[in-house]
């Protein structure tokens, strides 16, 4: 079944409990927790593409100019990102070790940034090393850029941190449980999902205040920006991929994607959202463009597939395995 509508369901409007007090509208259960992907099984089917040896498990990938960084946390502990070249995916990785988990990376400029919540950090890592370092209390977990600021999102702090220079000039704080992911969409706007609210947030880093906000499903998890200004949400618990346009803030599309979706990217070259299937091992491609999602490819994977990067300039798709399977490229 497909579904494709236009909603807009403003967060900030409260109402009152039998006892007369305010109640969150938002939050259906007293203690929320935040969606986390579904447990793989084993894999049957020989994953697609060219598998990678990895020692460890792999916590998030990003692609730069034709490099891919992958997060490792090793059975010991240890956690570094490894290095390669895409044209060379066979030669030896080079890598660099880092001080905790790192919960996301991002490309930023010639670099790759990496967010460390347990260490409250934001570093800056090349193929030489570690280039530069931010220390920035509450937990960081994604950066996005903005106007020649970068924004951070804060997970224990509720808040999404401005910084110019490497250094923070403000906090923007609201109606935040948990300040997951923050993006910046093609048409310049900035937002954050919140996991635990399963919502996105408009930031607005002229105010320092969260605006509006919408519900995303039941249990969002990881978000992406199309081309056409709009934010791509993966509901992991209902199972569907969600598309928010921006300026206002409103939900334009709701798509059934069963399997456990989970891990999101996005091919500007083809228009495709790249989503993973946990449940199933799989990763599936949508075409974006037209008025509704269009599956266009899908591929067995590595078991566990946490997470998906692509290559903007090849569409090369890398899958990373977050049960010690390694990493699959997959050139479709």
């Known amino acids: 079944m497909k579904a494709s509508f236009a909603a807009a369901v403003l967060l900030l409007v409260t109402a009152c ?24 099984p084993e894999q049957e089917d020989t994953p697609d593409g060219r598998l990678l040896d990895v020692d460890g498990d792999v916590t998030c990938v990003a692609v730069n100019q034709g490099t891919l960084a992958a997060a490792v946390t090793g ?9 390669y070249r895409l044209a060379q995916p066979t030669k030896a990785p080079k ?4 001080d905790g988990p790192v919960e996301r990376l991002t490309v930023s400029d010639d670099q790759f940034a990496a967010t460390v919540p347990s260490e409250n950090t934001v570093l800056y ?29 804060l997970r224990k702090a509720k808040a999404v941190a401005v910084l110019e220079h490497e250094q923070q000039t403000s906090r923007t704080s609201g109606e935040l449980a948990s300040a997951d992911q923050v ?21 607005q880093t002229g105010e320092a ?16 920006t199309d081309a056409y200004n709009r934010v791509l949400v993966v509901d992991t618990r209902e199972e569907y991929l969600l598309a ?11 798509y059934p994607v069963p399997g456990g979706p989970y891990g999101i990217a996005y091919d500007p070259k083809q228009d495709l959202a790249w989503v993973t299937l946990t449940a199933r091992n799989e990763v599936v491609a949508f075409d974006v463009a037209g008025g509704e999602p269009e599956e266009a490819a899908r591929f067995s994977t590595v078991r ?5 990067t692509t290559d903007p300039t090849t569409g090369t798709v890398v899958v990373a395995s977050g049960d010690g399977e390694g990493i699959q490229v997959i050139e479709p």
Do not use: H, M, W, Y
Not at 75 to 83: K, M, P, R
């Open 244 to 254: 928010f346009s921006l300026d206002p803030l409103v939900l334009r599309q709701r």
């Open 95 to 98: 890598r660099v070790d880092v």
């Open 125 to 153: 890592l090349t193929l030489g090393g570690v280039v530069g370092k931010t220390s920035i209390g509450g937990a960081p977990t994604s950066i996005a850029e903005l106007d020649g600021t970068t924004l951070v999102g």
């Open 304 to 308: 566990q597939p946490n997470a998906v």
């Open 17 to 40: 409990s039998d006892d007369g007090a305010p109640r969150d509208e938002l939050q259906l259960v007293e203690n929320p927790t935040a969606a986390s992907p579904a447990s793989s």
């Open 209 to 224: 205040d969260i605006g509006l906000g919408l519900r995303a499903g039941q249990g969002a998890t990881n978000a992406v």
């Open 75 to 83: 059975d010991d502990g240890d956690t570094e990102v490894l290095f």
């Open 183 to 203: 993006l910046v969409s093609s048409g310049g706007a900035a937002v954050v999902l919140d996991r635990l609210r399963s919502a996105l947030f408009e930031v």
